[in-house]
């Protein structure tokens, strides 16, 4: 590369030069001088063969069905795969990915606002204490009570697990925490469906999620101001710390519903599948907390999370440019056979499911199973805090145990319909992984 060079009348800054396809790039300086392109990375293509996988293949209805046979050639023949045609890198090994996911000197996660592309929106106030407490009060009061409410609903003697509780506890605990009516909670959800959708790389979906959070910042304008002041409202939490309906709306957007739903759904898919397991956590609330455990490690809902690199930054033997993408998947580094033995099998009362971290380090709110990539990073807080309340996957775990051990204790003959054979996929790719159909008699 040359110096500075001047094109027409425009004299280029001193920190980025004009290369010979015309694009301006950047000088980066890392303890030492010269100048980094694209083209050092469009030069990594030579002499790399990976005859076994198109990138084509993992944007493929055949990826969202089934993305497991290629999650495994993955892992198994380019653990850092430079996926052209997505523009992206594959992570799929399970040391390799728990290193990207809480490496935050190099790499970063985007919230969902910066997909949709809206800036000054509003601010994900998750982490405002008076709204973690409201969050986590309502959760404990109202899992079990809202269950048995599921239940009752049933169908006589037979109904769809997927559809009936899975899907539809996190809307209601949802509904409790942002004081929405039962009559209310129907066009909520379709509105909250349509955002969390948008927040991806599909246009149509992204236009009418943009719509979608207008209609919800309108829909809580006048809830804010009528919120109830109560220990279970998220509500009155943000009312209280001075947030606006947007900053609700935003909340909810960036909140993590997906784990909650996916992870009921699959978790009883797999219990329903071994008759012994199921006999086993219905009489053992430890043993169900167990196969959550091992629910979360065998069929994670949230499996892949996009980290962007903060700068430039050489990993695996690649040189990943600024900006750029790391697809890290829980579902491949979940069933890596140099961690976990029998690494493909739904295994109830596992043992081996604590491992340690790339780093070193133990979580003990997460990650013990393997990947929970809807739940965050690591916590910097001990695992039960004194000042403030469980973290998030903590709440999440004892709320999915809770509601799964008062299901299992009210249909103690709950099985699954005769001849159905349930399975997971994405009904869209990028979107949460579970069981969507469970039909089961009682």
């Not at 090994?93 to 809206?118: C, K, P, Q």
């Not at 049933?154 to 899907?167: H, Y």
């Not at 947030?243 to 898919?269: K, Q, S």
């Not at 056979?337 to 493909?344: E, G, L």
Request: glycine share 6%; aromatic share 10%.
């Amino acid at each position: 590369m040359n110096a500075p060079v001047t094109t027409g009348n425009t004299q280029t800054p001193d920190d980025v030069v004009i290369g010979d396809n015309g694009v301006a790039i950047p000088r980066f300086n890392h303890g030492g001088t010269g100048w980094r392109s694209y083209e050092i990375h469009q030069r990594e293509r030579v002499g790399e063969s990976t005859e076994k996988i198109n990138g084509a293949q993992l944007a493929s209805a055949q990826y969202a069905a089934d993305p497991y046979p290629l999650l495994t050639i993955l892992r198994e023949n380019y653990p850092c795969y430079r996926d052209w045609i997505n523009n992206c890198y594959w992570i799929t090994r399970y040391d390799d990915v728990t290193s990207i996911f809480t490496d935050e000197a190099n790499f970063e996660t985007r919230g969902r606002l910066w997909y949709y592309g809206i800036e000054r929106f509003g601010r994900d106030l998750r982490e405002e204490l008076p709204v973690l407490w409201a969050w986590s009060k309502a959760m404990d009061a109202f899992t079990e009570t809202d269950t048995h409410r599921l239940i009752e609903g049933f169908r006589k003697g037979e109904t769809d697990l997927a559809r009936d509780f899975a899907a539809q506890l996190p809307i209601l605990l949802l509904g409790r925490m942002f004081e929405i009516p039962d009559t209310e909670l129907a066009p909520f959800a379709i509105r909250y469906r349509r955002a969390q959708r948008g927040a991806l790389w599909h246009p149509a979906a992204q236009e009418a999620g943009k719509g979608a959070l207008h209609e919800l910042v309108q829909y809580f304008e006048p809830k804010l101001r009528r919120a109830t002041s109560t220990e279970t409202s998220v509500l009155a939490a943000i009312a209280s710390v001075g947030g606006t309906a947007a900053d609700v709306v935003t909340t909810l957007l960036e909140a993590d519903h997906e784990t909650l739903h996916g992870i009921l759904g699959n978790l009883w898919m797999n219990l329903l599948s071994q008759p012994d397991a199921l006999q086993a956590v219905k009489s053992d609330r430890l043993a169900m907390k167990i196969a959550y455990l091992e629910a979360m490690r065998h069929s994670p809902p949230v499996i892949t999370s996009e980290r962007f690199a903060r700068h430039e930054v050489e990993r695996f033997g690649k040189l990943i440019p600024e900006g750029g993408l790391l697809r890290v998947s829980a579902l491949a580094a979940n069933r890596d056979p140099r961690i976990f033995s029998d690494a493909d099998r739904f295994i109830a009362d596992r043992r081996d499911i604590c491992h340690r971290e790339a780093r070193g380090h133990y979580r003990a709110d997460g990650l013990p199973q393997g990947i929970a990539f809807g739940m965050g990073r690591p916590t910097r807080h001990p695992a039960v805090p004194e000042d403030r309340p469980r973290s998030l996957y903590a709440l999440t775990r004892d709320t999915a145990v809770t509601a799964s051990w008062a299901l299992a204790q009210t249909l103690p003959d709950i099985a699954l319909q005769s001849d159905f054979v349930p399975t997971m996929r994405s009904l869209r790719i990028g979107e949460v992984f579970t069981c969507w159909q469970l039909p089961v008699v009682y």
